[in-house]
Nanobody
């Protein structure tokens, strides 16, 4: 299973970015997907998750109303639309594929991980 994350970059505070994660090697539509982020010296934290159908989503409180997770099962791709970005959103963002169809916030419940894409928000 391979997950390839892309779309990171440098953006000013208040700006937007869209991250993408292309999956291969697994029945993409059968599993929940998640986005996590990590900064040096801190644990990886849950950002957002989405059920296999795309109907169910969950968000960390610190991104609610600003970030939107979505997926296109025909393209085996999950997205994270990030708006109203803040400097504290600066991190490496990782996509991950879950063990099953339920969205969970625990990183150890995700089996496969992408390589990460760096998002830097300048003030």
């Amino acid at each position: 299973v391979q997950l390839q994350a892309s779309g990171g970059g440098l953006v000013q505070a208040g700006g937007s970015l869209r991250l993408s994660c292309a999956a291969s090697g697994r029945t993409f539509s059968g599993y929940a997907m998640g986005w996590f982020r990590q900064v040096p010296g801190k644990e990886r934290e849950f950002v957002a998750g989405i059920t296999p159908s795309g109907i169910g989503t969950d968000y960390a409180d610190f991104v609610k109303g600003r970030f939107t997770i979505s997926r296109d099962n025909a393209k085996n791709t999950v997205y994270l639309q990030m708006s109203s970005l803040k400097p504290e959103d600066t991190a490496v963002y990782y996509c991950a594929s879950g063990r099953g169809p339920v969205v969970v916030a625990r990183s150890w419940e995700y089996l496969y991980w992408g390589q990460g894409t760096l998002v830097t928000v300048s003030s």
